[in-house]
């Protein structure tokens, strides 16, 4: 089980901002990207996780093998911390198993995702990954909101997911406190700017 990324070239906003990027993970491994606010982290990932199509390049990872987690939570407003945990464990086909242990919710089940603070609907975003089953993790700043005890808990599951055979691609500049290799994207910007052929610039 691997995924691998070679020659990737990714657009945001009708302008490719990232080029050649080559990267691998192999069960249990983590990699963190690095770069200035604005170098490309999230188009990366939201390409390598198929929500957009690159430019150029291929991305391979066996069927169903990536989990995305980004700046939204994805949760159902008026569902209670279970039912929508329950919701998403029905879409992945999954049993909740101890999800609400693992990620300090078991007090919370009963509550409205909507009466959550931010931070308690952080651990909830999260915790849909343990759903999911997925082996590969894709993570956008996943501790934005968190208070340290909450970065702490979030780094013993990381760390789980890892010896369990996972991998994770992280944006991040917070210690989670596991071992991982960095990969700074700076030198895959794009020089130019260079504008997507076709993009509409109505769209811009």
Known sequence: MELRVTDLACARGGMIVLQDVCLQLRAGQALLLRGPNGAGKTTLLRTIGDLQKPITGTI???EDSIA???HQDGLKATLTVRENLQFWARIYRRHMGDVLQRMNL???ADRPAQSLSAGQKRRLGLARLLV???PIWLLDEPTVSLDAASVALF???LRGHLADGGMALIATHID???KADVLD???FR?????PQAGFEEAFL
């Open 60 to 62: 391979d990872a066996p």
């Open 68 to 70: 995305y987690a980004a």
């Open 106 to 108: 078991q007090v919370l």
């Open 132 to 134: 999911t089953g997925r």
């Open 155 to 157: 780094g013993d599951v």
């Open 176 to 178: 989670l406190g596991i």
């Open 185 to 187: 994207i700076s030198p």
């Open 190 to 194: 794009a020089q130019h700017s260079v």
